[in-house]
């Protein structure tokens, strides 16, 4: 059977006006393409959490709003000598309410803090995902 998970594509982060970004993020599954995008500042890991929450705005769409996401923590920070992006998310589906811990490890030889934060939050929904969209929650 075939995964039911979303794809991280791209993330792009462009400056907008006196220090606030955009950043947008792509995900895919399927053939269909996900994009969404988010405004915000763009002083230290604030784009790191526009990141995360333009990823869970795609695994809304991507659920047919079957699933409210919301960030709730993120951190990046250094665990054993290695960068990591770290995140909380609390997810809603059919009256439930659950929280899903996501993290991602920054490769020595890779700065990509941003692509960090979309695969943290993948990391967190995409198995719970995969359940709603088969039918089995």
Known sequence: MTS???RFDEVKQEP???GTCRVSVQCSHDG???VAQREGAA??????????????????????????CTL????????FGRD????LVRL??????????GSCRINANDSDF??????ATLDATNRYVEFVQKGQL
Request: negative net charge.
């Open 114 to 119: 941003l692509g960090g934060s979309v695969r």
């Open 72 to 79: 709730e923590e993120f951190e990046r920070t250094t665990a």
């Open 32 to 34: 269909r393409v996900f």
């Open 92 to 101: 809603e589906h059919s009256g439930n309410r659950v929280q899903l811990f």
């Open 4 to 6: 039911i998970r979303l």
């Open 43 to 68: 002083a230290g890991d604030a784009p790191l959490g526009l990141a995360a929450t333009a990823t869970l705005e795609i695994i809304e769409a991507f659920t047919d709003s079957k699933i409210r």
């Open 84 to 87: 990591l992006i770290v995140l």
């Open 16 to 18: 907008v006006k006196d």
